[in-house]
């Protein structure tokens, strides 16, 4: 907060921003609200998308053509509109939560930033209902796979994971958990301890299983080798957390599929 550290931080990005990426200076206040607000932001847009993607299983509507025609609008861009099992790590629920917590403190009302994480809150808990509704009566004493157990790919974070949640249910449920991550094993291991099995190889998770169950959206999943699934599995179902799959292409190779937002095919 002095012109000397504003000279100094000018010198060390000035050869970041030739190209026109934005060095701002403000005040220490408006710095640290703006990096609250970007999070809080971003995390909203996804709490939006999941609400749309619940109307578009309500009333028929596919949230894959839904979400290109929002992004094609250029005062809504097309990033963080993918639905999903809700957000996690280790900056977007502590954020909003900062926020919230700060406003509260003031007495400012924050209906937003409170529905945004009510709305997270509670699409962390579909894929286990998808699941349940799926296997109905079968579901106690089943085997599941699940494909990921980090937040988001390329980070072997759990923290906050819709994993987690997935995970705690169906151990709740009396479901016998097989689990595979690139990267969050250890990390996963440290919470269920050996209540679930771990695998290193992704089709190992899903030898023998009821259903398989994509949270994660690692690259290594996003094209995977269906007939191995399909042989491996029980009975043929996988319900897409991340809609990496296409709805037609499964029907076709036998698979019962389910995902999120996305019309019933006829």
């Known amino acids: 907060?002095?012109?000397?550290?504003?000279?100094?931080?000018?010198?060390?990005?000035?050869?970041?921003?030739?190209?026109?990426?934005?060095?701002?200076?403000?005040?220490?206040?408006?710095?640290?609200l703006t990096k609250y607000a970007a999070n809080a932001m971003l995390a909203t847009r996804i709490s939006?998308?999941?609400?749309?993607?619940?109307?578009?299983?309500?009333?028929?509507?596919?949230?894959?053509?839904?979400?290109?025609?929002?992004?094609?609008?250029?005062?809504i861009g097309k990033y963080f509109l993918f639905p999903g099992p809700g957000y996690g790590g280790s900056c977007f629920p502590k954020d909003?939560?900062?926020?919230?917590?700060?406003?509260?403190?003031?007495?400012?009302?924050?209906?937003?930033?409170?529905?945004?994480?009510?709305?997270?809150?509670?699409?962390?808990?579909k894929l286990f209902e998808m699941v349940r509704g799926i296997l109905g009566k079968r579901l106690a004493g089943a085997r599941v796979a699940v494909w990921g157990l980090a937040f988001?790919?390329?980070?072997?974070?759990?923290r906050e994971s819709a994993s987690l949640e997935l995970v705690d249910a169906l151990l709740e449920a009396r479901v016998t958990v097989a689990a595979h991550d690139p990267a969050a094993i250890e990390n996963a291991?440290?919470?269920?301890?050996?209540?679930?099995?771990y695998f290193q190889d992704m089709y190992a998770a899903v030898e023998g299983a009821e259903a398989l169950v994509v949270v994660t959206e690692w690259r290594q999943f996003r094209n995977p080798d269906f007939a191995r699934i399909r042989a491996a599995l029980q009975s043929p179902t996988i319900v897409d957390g991340r809609n990496l799959y296409d709805p037609r292409r499964m029907r076709e190779l036998g698979f019962s599929y389910h995902s999120i937002g996305r019309r019933p095919l006829k």
């Open 96 to 125: 909003v939560k900062a926020l919230i917590r700060a406003a509260r403190a003031d007495n400012i009302p924050i209906e937003l930033l409170t529905a945004t994480e009510s709305v997270n809150q509670r699409q962390k808990k």
């Open 152 to 158: 988001k790919a390329e980070t072997d974070d759990v």
């Open 48 to 75: 939006f998308m999941n609400q749309i993607a619940e109307l578009c299983e309500a009333f028929g509507a596919d949230v894959d053509s839904v979400r290109k025609g929002l992004g094609s609008d250029p005062r």
């Open 189 to 197: 291991r440290a919470k269920f301890g050996n209540r679930i099995e």
């Open 1 to 32: 907060d002095s012109e000397k550290a504003e000279a100094v931080l000018s010198g060390l990005y000035a050869p970041f921003v030739r190209t026109g990426n934005p060095l701002m200076f403000m005040d220490i206040t408006s710095a640290e």
